[in-house]
Structure formats: structure tokens, C-alpha cells
């Protein structure tokens, strides 16, 4: 009996605690945390700063390679060129790898979401995987669509019957004078020839336009991401490392954006919204992020796993895009393959740039 009246102290005790301690901690997944690093009114010059500094560090890296005609280093024909790009390849797989999927797991892992189902089951993981998938599959789709109106554009049914006509002529040629046969197969084949080499041409455009424009895709969706969460922030300590940090990361990734908007060969006008959209992803973010700042809150659950999720299909589609669209398709080339050399630069870039991106998440 003794013993019974001495527990109910302590059980009430224990009770007392769960129930204070757990409103406790959801209220704190709903507010700012208290720190001394938190200050909205100085936060707020700091944002205007970070949004025309990564506005204009955004378009100097991704119009870098658009100055191929002033600076002959960069033009695409010179190694150079595929070992910047190399190097740009390695910053994207970087990003996906030591930025983006990180802050997906830590986002969709945090305390302020439920143990069922969040704590149970890797969804950044999953998320991430479907993505690299579904951005294969939209990569072959749409290769294979563009591949097709592309030579029916370059084949129309004339063209046939010009060769009809010419095989024609050919066998006229060989009934009345043989040696000219020789003469008339020799072109027939040389054209041919052409015709395949400009097939060949045509489906390597193709191929370079639809991995700009997801690529550009890509990293839209991580840029107004990372824009909204700094901007939602009022913390001016991590803020000011922010800023720098991400006028290096955009720089970078603009490097290997605008190469591919190069290879792309896209008009002026087309090539002008690229470099914009992908300029002011960010500094919207920021400005959306500071709009919302009264009613988004960081670690509240429902942007816990918004932005977790977006942060995963991001990194999924970053990852496959670095690793099979980048960098497979340049050390597969003939041209890596044939230059040794070339190729061990190559690597070096690559190896630089997922390392300065790597170093570069110690402020993300």
C-alpha cells in the first residue's frame, strides 16, 4: 500500500511533463525559434542585397559562354570549352548530391512531422529515384518526338522523288554509256552520304536541346526553392553566409547552363528567356519567401514536406541530368576517346567542381 501511494507522485510527475513538453515542441515546429540571430528588421536589407547580388552573379556565369566570339577559348571547337563543361557537370552533380538531397532528407526527417509515416520510410530517397526515372523517361519521349518532326522536316516526299528521278537517269546512263555510271554512282553515293552525316547532325541538335531544357528545368525548380526558404528566414547569421554562398553556387551552375544553351544553338530571342528565367528564379524566390514571411513558417509541417519533396524530384532530376545527359555523353564522345589527354583534364574539372560544390554546403 506503502509502495502505491509513493508512485502516484512520481507518475503524476512524469504525466505533468509529456503533457507540458509536447505542446511545447509543436508550438516550436509552428514559430521562429528563439535566437539571437533572428532579427526581421535587420534580415530584411540583407535579402534586398542577396536578391541583385545573385540576380547579377546569375547572369555574368550563365552569359559566360555566350562570349565565345570575344574570347575564342570558349568557342565549343576547343578543348577548353569540354573541360569547362566537364567542370559545370561536376558542380550540377554536386548540387543534387551535397545541397539539394540533404536538405530533402533533413527536411522530411524532422521532429516537427509525425513518427507515422514520415520517420518510417525513406521518401527522399523514393521521391528522388521516380524523378531520375521520369525525367529518362521524358528525355527519350521527347528525343524520340523531336527526333521524328526533325526528319520529316529535312525528308520531305520531293526529296524522294528527286532520287527516284535520279536512280532513273542512272539506268538510262548505263543502257547508253557505261563509263558514266561510274560518274553518276560515285555522286549518288556521295549523296548519301551527306544526307546521313546531316541525319547524324540533326539528331545530336535535338539531343542537346532537350537536355537544356530540362536541365534548365531542373534547376529552376531548386533555385525559387532555395529563394523561398532565405527569403522566409529572418536569420541574419546564416543569411550572411548565404548570400555568398549562393552568388558562387548560381555562377557556377549558370557556367554549365549556358554551355548547354549553346550547344543547343537556339535563336537569340529564346536563348534570351533561358538566361532570364534562370537569372530571376532565385531573386523571386527570395522575394516571394520575404512576402510570405508572415505566413510561411520553416518548420512548420505542411512546408516541411512541400519543400522536401520539391527538394528531392530536384535532386533526382539533377543527379540523372549531370550523370547521364553531361558528363557519360562527353567521356563517351569520340572526341574524349580519341584524346587521352583531354580526357584526364576532363576529370580533373569534373572532380573540381563536385568538390567546390561539396565545400560550398558547409553554409547551404
Known amino acids: 500500500m506503502g509502495t502505491n501511494s509513493d508512485l502516484k507522485p512520481t507518475i503524476s510527475l512524469v504525466f505533468i511533463i509529456i503533457v507540458l513538453f509536447t ?47 570575344s574570347i575564342p577559348a570558349l568557342s565549343p571547337e576547343n578543348d577548353l570549352f569540354m573541360v569547362v563543361k566537364c567542370f559545370a557537370g561536376g558542380i550540377i552533380l554536386g548540387t543534387g548530391f551535397m545541397h539539394v538531397l540533404p536538405d530533402s532528407f533533413d527536411m522530411l526527417g524532422s521532429d516537427c512531422l509525425e513518427e507515422k509515416p514520415w520517420h518510417e520510410f525513406p521518401f527522399s530517397g523514393l521521391v528522388a529515384m521516380f524523378s531520375a526515372l521520369f525525367t529518362l523517361m521524358v528525355d527519350s519521349l521527347a528525343t524520340s518526338f523531336y527526333s521524328k518532326k526533325s526528319s520529316d522536316a529535312v525528308i520531305p516526299g520531293s526529296h524522294t522523288g528527286a532520287v527516284g528521278g535520279h536512280e532513273e537517269q542512272e539506268m538510262g546512263l548505263v543502257v547508253s554509256v557505261g563509263h558514266f555510271h561510274v560518274h553518276a554512282n560515285g555522286h549518288h553515293h556521295a549523296a548519301i552520304e551527306a544526307t546521313k552525316n546531316e541525319g547524324a547532325a540533326d539528331t545530336q541538335l535535338v539531343r542537346y536541346r532537350v ?154
Open 211 to 364: 537536355v537544356a531544357m530540362v536541365l534548365e528545368l531542373g534547376i529552376i525548380i531548386h533555385s525559387v526553392v532555395i529563394g523561398l526558404s532565405m527569403g522566409a528566414s529572418n536569420n541574419t547569421c546564416s543569411i550572411k553566409g548565404l548570400i555568398a554562398a549562393l552568388c558562387f553556387h548560381q555562377m557556377f551552375e549558370g557556367i554549365g547552363l549556358g554551355g548547354c544553351i549553346i550547344e543547343a544553338q537556339y535563336k537569340l530571342l529564346k536563348r534570351v528567356v533561358l538566361v532570364l528565367f534562370f537569372s530571376v528564379t532565385t531573386p523571386f524566390g527570395i522575394a516571394l519567401g520575404i512576402r510570405l514571411s508572415r505566413i510561411y513558417k520553416e518548420n512548420s509541417p505542411s512546408a516541411l514536406i512541400t519543400v522536401g519533396m520539391l527538394n528531392a524530384s530536384s535532386a533526382g532530376l539533377l543527379i540523372y541530368m549531370a550523370l547521364v545527359d553531361l558528363l557519360s555523353a562527353n567521356f563517351m564522345s569520340p572526341r574524349l576517346q580519341n584524346n587521352i589527354k583531354l580526357q584526364l583534364k576532363s576529370y580533373v574539372a569534373v572532380f573540381l567542381g563536385a568538390t567546390g560544390m561539396s565545400v560550398l554546403a558547409k553554409w547551404n
Open 23 to 69: 505542446p511545447k515542441t509543436l508550438a516550436e515546429c509552428e514559430s521562429e525559434s528563439v535566437d539571437s540571430c533572428n532579427d526581421k528588421e535587420k534580415a530584411l536589407p540583407l535579402k534586398i542585397v542577396a536578391i541583385f547580388a545573385i540576380l547579377v552573379t546569375s547572369m555574368i556565369g550563365v552569359s559566360l559562354s555566350f562570349g565565345r566570339r
